[in-house]
């Protein structure tokens, strides 16, 4: 139990660990939804580009629910702030950093399906890798502008 308050009360752990858990969960929905795609398409663009829309929609979703369970449970001082003025912060530097996420997701995805790699697998290898390199740049813009404080 400590240890999840010190999660609800560390903004840098649980703003990052709301967009890692949202992203991981959204990947590995996507992945199962588009493997089972195989009878509509095996266009490596149309896989692609369908992965990225559906995993836009469903990530954005899914963090703004885990960012509301964590406000609402965060000590006073975290509830001060106003929760929609918070995620929309937070997700305009998401926003602002999505053409990096996905151009490294399409990037990676494109060439691992073409190099002959399952689809699940190439949705799962390439959103993760994109995941964690954008977790990367903005904890350290977070960290300067002051959002984890």
């Not at 509509?40 to 580009?49: A, E, H, L, P, Q």
């Not at 369908?50 to 995993?55: G, H, N, Q, R």
């Not at 390439?126 to 350290?140: D, S």
């Amino acid at each position: 139990m400590k240890l999840l308050q010190q999660y609800y009360n560390s903004r840098l752990l649980h703003i990052n660990g709301n967009i890692v858990f949202a992203g991981l969960l959204s990947t590995l929905v996507v992945a199962r939804f588009i493997d089972m795609l195989t009878s509509w398409t095996n266009t490596i663009s149309y896989i692609v580009v369908l992965t990225a829309v559906i995993d836009a929609v469903l990530d954005v979703g899914i963090f703004s629910w885990f960012h509301r369970l964590s406000t609402t449970r965060a000590t006073k001082r975290h509830k001060q702030r106003h929760f929609v003025t918070d995620v929309a912060t937070i997700q305009f530097q998401r926003v602002i950093l999505s053409p990096l996420y996905y151009v490294l997701a399409v990037t990676f995805q494109g060439m691992l399906l073409t190099q002959g790699m399952a689809r699940a697998g190439s949705v799962v290898v390439a959103y993760i890798g994109a995941l964690l390199l954008t977790r990367i740049v903005h904890t350290i813009w977070g960290l300067k502008t002051g959002l984890f404080k």
